[in-house]
């Protein structure tokens, strides 16, 4: 059940924003797909100004084919917020016997 799937990781640097967290995980509820970790850095005050949003930084890690690691990255980079992003995928997972 777990052929063709990979570990990804997907690196984000965005404009702070209340929302943004729910704004980069709404894609991997419409894909089906459950982050394994997330990470988030946020700025360091915890405060988040409106005329001076700040960078935050997203990391999400994930397993599922490579064609569906592609899409997310692909909406997910598009976003308004989303300055910068990367997938970085690794070894294939080998289904249990």
């Known amino acids: 059940m777990t052929a063709g799937l990979l570990r990804h990781r997907l690196v984000v640097e965005a404009?702070?924003?209340p929302n943004l967290m729910l704004r980069l995980?709404?894609?991997?509820?419409?894909?089906?797909?459950?982050?394994?970790?997330?990470?988030?850095d946020a700025p360091?005050?915890?405060q988040i100004d409106p005329a001076n949003l700040g960078d935050m930084r997203a990391e999400i890690a994930f397993v599922a084919p490579v064609e569906v690691a592609e899409r997310l990255w692909?909406?997910?980079?598009?976003?308004?917020?989303?300055?910068?992003?990367?997938?970085?995928?690794s070894a294939a997972i080998v289904a249990a016997a």
């Open 25 to 40: 995980l709404e894609p991997f509820a419409i894909h089906d797909v459950q982050p394994t970790r997330i990470r988030l």
């Open 44 to 46: 360091e005050s915890g």
């Open 74 to 89: 692909a909406r997910i980079d598009v976003m308004v917020p989303v300055r910068s992003s990367h997938l970085v995928s």
């Open 15 to 17: 404009d702070a924003h």
